[in-house]
Nanobody, 116 residues
Framework: VQLVDSGGGSVQAGASLRLSCAAS????????VGWFRQAPGKEREFVGA????????FYTDSVKGRFTISRDNAQDTAYLQMNSLKPEDTAVYYC??????????WGQGTQVTVSS
């Protein structure tokens, strides 16, 4: 599986963005998926993830109630819906995919910039 991040952009505070993580290759539905983000000068931070079916998402506290992860296994794509964006959400967002006994796979990242 290979992952391609897309959907980033520059928005005002309070706006919404939807990031996509498109997978190529087989067996995407057997992977859990999630996102990390990295702001300039900071370490990569976990944002959220979900299981293979998408019915068990979990999130870091700072995005709970604002961000939602979903997936469409028929389209081999996962989504990160981001609402009520804040300037502190500015970062490069990376999707990833995990499968037991396999190395984690990363997307190339997409920039999200939120201005006040």
């Amino acid at each position: 599986v290979q992952l391609v991040d897309s959907g980033g952009g520059s928005v005002q505070a309070g706006a919404s963005l939807r990031l996509s993580c498109a997978a190529s290759g087989r067996r995407f539905s057997s992977y859990s998926v999630g996102w990390f983000r990295q702001a300039p000068g900071k370490e990569r931070e976990f944002v959220g993830a979900t299981n293979w079916s998408g019915d068990m998402p979990f999130y870091t506290d700072s995005v709970k109630g604002r961000f939602t992860i979903s997936r469409d296994n028929a389209q081999d794509t996962a989504y990160l819906q981001m609402n009520s964006l804040k300037p502190e959400d500015t970062a490069v967002y990376y999707c990833y995919a995990d499968r037991p006994l396999f190395q984690r796979i990363w997307g190339q990242g997409t920039q999200v910039t939120v201005s006040s």
